[in-house]
């Protein structure tokens, strides 16, 4: 037994590297891309570190070019399910009470595989499963999810030393106990980082996991899962299951031993996880700990005040990179008459630049998205609104499917600020935009409150400070994540803790102690040296 104290200070944030042509990054990334792009994997599931394969298989094919097979996944049932929680109980004996630092010792390396050997794979398989560019790849399967590693072990260290006081003639202590049971990790496929973390962040905790990744996000997750094995993690810890969310979720949650969901997906999934256990309840060790991070309607309000150029450029990067599939992107904008020609035309001026396609052309800013039920849900809403009296579409507006699932980044303009696409998330590349009268600023201010069901990313823009900060009070349950004269999305780990309320989660902030702390059940113990022998109060003694 170490009885050393470790001390984690706060890490600096992973460097997000260039990829300029020629830079070494470059050179290995692209090798990768090729690499990947010609194999075809054969994806098991990951059960106590054995690797099964059930001949149930489904797909995982490029957004971008979705007749090109990268890989075929096998699909758990009922029986994998059983098995991966008695594999997950049996590895929660040890590793719920190794010491933690031998834990975060295991996250530390995985961290450092990915930041060096990993790096490539990571992100070539972020590239072409989930189809991000170089850049958007960069910043969230090397750099955020490195971040959410190291930065967890410093928060871990800080917990721990959280302690009560002691009188004089006890000891008191806290020990956090890891939760009693297994945590269901259920991820969704825009991010890998997020995907590592809601598994990471419990197992560091002593906790372990049934994984359940998002079908598009099969080939990085899948990756992922291999590096936690190379960095040590011993079997069982976290168990991979890709299938079916409803098959897996239903035997899962049905388990008396399920101890904690932690989630990230859309509002409606989550709905039907919490009312499954809420059907379950009785049947459990404990209440399970429910830590959601659902969707999103994020906005940006734009002042009189404000410059227009700042707030074009926010509009378009916050509603078009990664193709709007981002929970923060944002989605509806508030514009006032006077600024609202000059941000339409800068923005119309930034969507001719831009390519779309392929994600090993670097040339593309904008690439497909996920697949095609995300498509057609996309298109749906564009159309809709082409066909609305109340609504114009004032860019983009395309959308084919042919080779991969492309839609030109659309802005749709409205005269209606309940219009159907300024409160429903949409996931994709769409922002609608309702333009008020200068003068009505504080009654856009209340519709921009009021609109959506949504709480999870805002910006506000202008110049008058003292309006922004009354703005800023008005909008204070609008968003978990708010930003002043700055786009909605891009929170970085240590930085912008992140999450959000109302319908868009239960703001547990990722990537902070708060987050950890769900995955802990605290005992206090308190130890009395000399125990007392007497019954009587003092005066009864007289
Ligand atoms: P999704 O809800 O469709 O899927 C998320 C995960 O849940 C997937 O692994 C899916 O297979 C699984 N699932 C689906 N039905 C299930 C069921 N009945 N039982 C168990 N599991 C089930 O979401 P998505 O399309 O992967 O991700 C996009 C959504 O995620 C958007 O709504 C976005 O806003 C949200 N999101 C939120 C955050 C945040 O931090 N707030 C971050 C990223 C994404």
């Known amino acids: ?133 170089f850049f958007q790849a960069e910043i969230d399967s090397a750099c955020e999810l490195i971040d959410f590693l190291r930065y967890n072990v410093s928060f871990a260290s800080k917990l721990y030393a959280f302690q009560p006081k002691s009188a004089a003639g006890q000891i008191n202590s806290v020990e956090y106990r890891a939760l009693e049971g297994f945590v269901f990790a259920v991820s969704p496929f825009n991010f890998t980082s997020i995907a590592s973390n809601l598994n990471m962040s419990p197992v560091l905790m002593g906790n372990t996991t049934l994984w359940k990744p998002a079908t598009t996000a099969i080939l990085s997750n899948y990756y992922l899962m291999q590096v936690y094995m190379e960095a040590g993690l011993p079997a069982g810890v976290i168990n991979f299951l890709p299938g079916s969310g409803s098959v897996i979720g239903k035997y899962a949650i049905e388990s008396p031993h399920l101890a904690g969901i932690h989630f990230t997906g859309s509002c409606a999934t989550f709905n039907t996880l919490w009312k499954q256990v809420g059907e379950n309840l009785g049947n459990y060790v404990s209440y399970p700990r429910l830590a959601g991070e659902t969707g999103g309607k994020d906005f940006i309000f734009v002042h009189p005040s404000s410059d227009a150029k700042a707030v074009s450029t926010a509009a378009f990067c916050g509603a078009f990179e990664f193709q709007g599939q981002k929970c923060s992107a944002a989605s509806r904008m508030y514009a006032p008459a006077s600024l609202w020609p000059a941000v339409l035309e800068d923005m119309k001026k930034m969507v001719k630049e831009v390519k779309m396609g392929d994600v090993c052309d670097p040339d593309n800013y904008i690439n497909a998205v996920i697949d095609e039920t995300s498509f057609d849900n996309i298109a749906s809403y564009i159309d809709y609104a082409r066909n609305s009296k109340d609504a114009e579409i004032v860019i983009g507006g395309k959308c084919d499917k042919t080779k991969g699932y492309f839609v030109e980044p659309t802005v749709i303009l409205t005269t209606d600020p309940h219009f159907k696409s300024m409160k429903e998330e949409i996931f994709g590349p769409v922002l609608t935009v309702y333009v008020y009268k200068d003068a009505d600023v504080d009654a856009a201010v209340e519709l921009c409150n009021t609109t959506s069901p949504y709480g999870l990313t805002g910006a506000v823009f202008g110049q008058d400070r003292v309006a922004v900060q009354n703005i800023s009070d008005k909008l204070r349950y609008a968003a978990g994540n708010f930003y002043i004269n700055d786009k909605p999305t891009g929170a970085v780990v240590g930085m912008q803790p992140f999450g959000g309320s109302r319908a868009s989660g239960t703001n547990d902030k990722a990537g902070g102690e708060f987050n950890l702390i769900r995955w802990a059940i605290p005992r206090t113990i308190k130890e009395t040296l000399v125990s007392p022998t007497d019954y009587r109060y003092p005066y009864m003694k007289e």
């Open 1 to 133: 037994m170490n009885n050393a104290i470790f001390s984690f200070p706060l890490p600096n944030n992973e460097p997000v590297k260039s990829y300029l042509n020629g830079s070494p990054e470059r050179v290995t990334l692209e090798n990768e891309l090729k690499r990947q792009s010609s194999i075809q994997l054969d994806i098991p599931l990951i059960i106590g570190g054995k690797e099964v394969r059930t001949g149930n298989t489904g797909k995982v094919v490029m957004p971008h070019d979705h007749h090109h097979l990268l890989a075929t996944y096998h699909k758990a049932g009922e029986k994998e399910v059983k098995m991966a929680i008695e594999c997950a109980m049996e590895a929660h004996k040890q590793w719920s009470e190794l010491e933690w630092t031998t834990r975060a010792a295991i996250l530390l390396k995985v961290a450092d595989l990915l930041a060096g050997k990993y790096r490539a794979v990571i992100n070539a398989a972020t590239m072409l499963g989930q189809s991000k560019n």
